[in-house]
């Protein structure tokens, strides 16, 4: 184990996510590379032990680069981890990031993956089954690039059927779940209370990834 991983994370603070009011790509970048990138390396170095070991396979942590970006700056960043050495976007995979207004913890299976449709299948042949699983408060999305999305009490039994029917059939589509977490709360303050939040979700998330396969 590294020196970094046997020190205590430290959280997230409101000025983390104040890198997203930056103004420009370059300016952005670079404190978005200073203050927030270590803390999403950590956040690699401490979980994907965790997550391979839950998920019975080596996981590889990815930590988004925005490299492809010209003129517009991120409105958001990310941590994936992934089965796959090279890469995350093909595969399904877990991901820790934040908008402006939130941290989330989720699943994605997003639309470069392969696996979109052996999901879908799985997922609409056990949809009762994800309906008791899945808490009412978890948030499910079509589309990563936007945040926010419709909780699972909100979308409900037809609401959830139509968005993996849609995964199914539309080539640019996806599909996210996980839980969302103000960027003023508490919890993010507290690194350790974070990390088992997010030991937590992965966890209950993990029926969604074994459907992908």
Not at 11 to 30: I, K, Y
Not at 76 to 100: C, E, L, S, V
């Amino acid at each position: 184990m590294t020196q970094q991983t046997t020190q205590l994370f430290s959280g997230f603070t409101a000025h983390d996510f104040d890198v997203f009011e930056v103004p420009g790509l370059e300016a952005r970048m670079s404190v978005l590379i200073e203050r927030i990138r270590p803390k999403l390396e950590w956040l690699g170095e401490r979980l994907t032990p965790f997550l391979s070991e839950l998920c019975g396979e080596t996981m590889y942590p990815h930590v988004a680069k925005h490299a492809r970006r010209t003129v517009n700056p991120p409105v958001d960043t990310w941590i994936a981890y992934a089965a796959n050495k090279r890469g995350y976007k093909a595969h399904p995979h877990f991901q820790i990031g934040m908008f402006g207004s939130h941290l989330f913890v989720q699943f994605a299976i997003i639309y470069e993956s392969n696996n979109k449709s052996v999901f879908a299948e799985h997922a609409l042949r056990q949809l009762n089954e994800l309906d008791q699983h899945i808490p009412s408060h978890y948030v499910w999305s079509g589309d990563h690039m936007v945040p926010g999305g419709d909780t699972q009490a909100q979308l409900g039994h037809e609401g959830l059927r139509k968005l993996l029917e849609r995964l199914r059939t539309v080539k640019a589509s996806e599909a996210l779940c996980g839980i969302i977490i103000d960027r003023n709360d508490p919890l993010l303050l507290d690194g350790e209370a974070f990390i088992a939040k997010a030991e937590e979700t992965f966890t209950t998330l993990l029926p969604l990834y074994r459907m992908a396969f």
